[in-house]
């Protein structure tokens, strides 16, 4: 089983709709959760970190649900603008005794007009 | 500030031949890392560095060696390249791990290397 686990999509979506990210992880001991952007040929940007009691930043909302090990990321009212892929990622620490991040293959997101 | 840079932005090599990839950074932070990245493979930690002339493994090293001798700078190598090292490379930095559970990572634009 991956360490982290994505649907890869594509996910095409209309401008305006509601569209939602799933992402499961492995290890419960984990401790810090993101949700990274990363543009076509482009590097990953943080999209923003994921707490525990959930956390919105605009049309942004991410979940966390520990007992089930899953993070979600939704996006409300898709722009285009919103195309890119979507990479979940853990920081396993401190089972592994490391800060090393780990990626999900990421989710692929289409907005067309 | 520059962020994170990367040299060069691409290369083509011949199977064989070696070059290193060169990552600077002027956030002042202390932990910097190289990543590669392959269709459906997420990003793959190869080497990173807690420190100035520290450098530990990741999770694909072979192949590879990395040096840290300025803070700032981190340089990947590649003294044999194969045609399984064709990959996006990219490099980031991040903050003492010990500054915060959140610490996020932040990238250079990536190398885009090609092994004929």
């Known amino acids: 089983r991956k360490e982290v686990e994505q649907d890869p999509g594509p996910f095409n979506v209309p401008e305006g709709a509601t569209v939602a990210f799933n992402c499961t992880y492995s290890n419960s001991a984990s401790q810090s959760f993101f949700w990274y952007r990363q543009d076509c040929r482009k590097e990953p940007k943080l999209l923003m970190s994921v707490y525990s009691s959930g956390n919105e930043d605009g049309r942004f909302t991410a979940q966390l649900n520990r007992a089930s090990q899953y993070i979600s990321l939704l996006i409300r009212d898709s722009k285009l603008s919103d195309s890119a892929t979507y990479l979940c990622?853990?920081?396993?620490?401190?089972?592994?005794?490391?800060?090393?991040?780990?990626f999900g293959t990421g989710t692929r997101l289409q907005v067309f007009p | 500030n520059a962020g994170v840079t990367q040299t060069p932005k691409f290369r083509v090599l011949k199977t064989g031949q070696s070059m290193t990839l060169l990552c600077a950074q002027d956030?002042?932070?202390?932990?910097m890392y190289w990543y590669r990245q392959d269709p459906g493979m997420g990003l793959r930690l190869i080497h990173y560095?807690?420190?100035?002339?520290?450098?530990a493994k990741g999770e694909v090293p072979d192949g590879y060696n990395v040096s840290r001798l300025k803070k700032q700078n981190f340089l990947l190598g590649l003294e044999s390249a194969a045609p399984s090292q064709t990959s996006v490379y990219f490099c980031a930095s991040s903050y003492s791990i010990a500054a915060s559970v959140s610490e996020t990572q932040y990238f250079g634009p990536g190398t885009r290397l090609l092994v004929l």
């Open positions: 956030m002042n932070h202390e932990y």
């Open positions: 560095s807690v420190g100035e002339g520290t450098t």
């Open positions: 990622v853990v920081n396993p620490r401190p089972f592994l005794n490391t800060d090393k991040l780990i």
